[in-house]
């Protein structure tokens, strides 16, 4: 088909406006990349080493070290856990004795029972997303601790998966906390969906007895949108904070160290600090993601978050919540 292209020839004005700097005609824009044609995401998958499973003493021990930071996430900032590390492992299994012998999940993985293995998957599967009753939510989040806690494995392929996003601003936040709180520690942890919120409460059964001290609910918004980047994002952060050359092996066994940390240490607060100034204001846990919530945060962009309100945590409050349980989209197990 002949065209007349006197009729829409372009003006030299038109042309000076094509194309962007650097570019050359017939060659497409290449995605950023780090090293030898791979992007730096790619280089941080083939730098994680998926972790084998311990044996039984030291799963058993990392085990318990993680649950004492999964309750010490909940105290307010400058309370600190008494517990020493001989008897963590006793209060663990003192603690979840129940959960052991009723669940099935954590005996069955300890001592490789892969019959009650398979059915855990097979349920974990059959319920991704659905309505779930306490009991099987609990036996699902103990699978997920052995697959993650027990091997201080905290990144999966739902870690790679999961994309930016942002929470807008006057976006309500919770949390629960064993004290009154006002001020903000910095990185506090929290829940930015219903949905996950009901998955903490549920966790907290044991909690609340006759007599005890309680816990509160703690709400809080944020002045101006909360951004959340990657996982690839964080990590590029964490490599700008570390001084000398060091080897991206190493890069990924530090973000593994602080994610079943505390997020209180001067390597979490430089990371803080760079992804404060790329516009970013909190990161998903990546210790308690696809394990108890689907995406909880450590929050860390104190400069624009509002007051916190608190209000005490009731039997009624864990009721709802238990019945309102749905099971993760994206376990990690």
Do not use: C
């Not at 201080?152 to 790679?160: F, G, K, Q, R």
């Not at 964490?238 to 505390?262: C, N, V, W």
């Not at 400069?303 to 009721?319: A, Q, S």
Request: proline fraction near 3%.
């Amino acid at each position: 088909m002949r065209r007349d292209f006197d009729e829409e020839k372009p003006s030299l004005e038109d042309l000076l406006h094509y194309g962007v700097k650097g570019m050359r005609w017939g060659v497409r824009k290449q995605e950023e990349t780090s090293g030898e044609g791979h992007s730096a995401e790619e280089k941080f998958k083939a730098a994680h080493k998926t972790k084998a499973k311990p044996p039984l003493k030291e799963a058993a021990a990392n085990l318990a070290e993680h649950e004492q930071k999964f309750k010490d996430k909940f105290k307010s900032e400058g309370e600190k856990s008494k517990s020493t590390a001989g008897s963590k492992i006793k209060k663990f299994a003192s603690n979840h004795k129940g959960a052991l012998i009723t669940g099935g999940a954590i005996t069955a993985l300890i001592l490789a029972n892969v019959i009650a293995e398979k059915k855990t998957v097979a349920s974990i599967e059959a319920l991704r997303g659905k309505s779930i009753d306490a009991n099987t939510f609990a036996k699902h989040v103990q699978y997920s601790k052995i697959q993650t806690w027990a091997t201080n494995n905290h990144i999966h392929d739902t870690s790679w998966a999961r994309d930016e996003f942002t929470l807008p601003a006057g976006h309500t936040f919770h949390r629960i906390s064993t004290n009154q709180e006002s001020g903000y520690s910095k990185g506090t942890y929290a829940t930015h969906s219903t949905e996950d919120f009901n998955r903490y409460v549920a966790q907290f059964r044991q909690e609340l007895k006759p007599g005890a001290d309680g816990l509160n609910h703690v709400t809080f918004q944020a002045v101006e949108p909360i951004r959340v980047p990657k996982l690839s994002m964080v990590l590029q952060s964490l490599q700008e904070t570390m001084i000398g050359p060091k080897s991206t092996e190493h890069l990924m066994e530090e973000y593994q160290k602080l994610s079943g940390g505390q997020w209180n240490n001067t390597q979490a607060e430089q990371l803080f600090g760079v992804l404060r100034k790329k516009g970013f204001g909190a990161i998903v846990d990546e210790m308690d993601a696809g394990v108890i919530g689907e995406t909880p945060l450590v929050v860390f962009a104190r400069d624009i978050l509002g007051e916190k309100n608190n209000t005490p945590l009731t039997h009624d409050d864990i009721t709802h919540a238990e019945s309102n349980l749905i099971e993760l989209e994206n376990r990690k197990y």
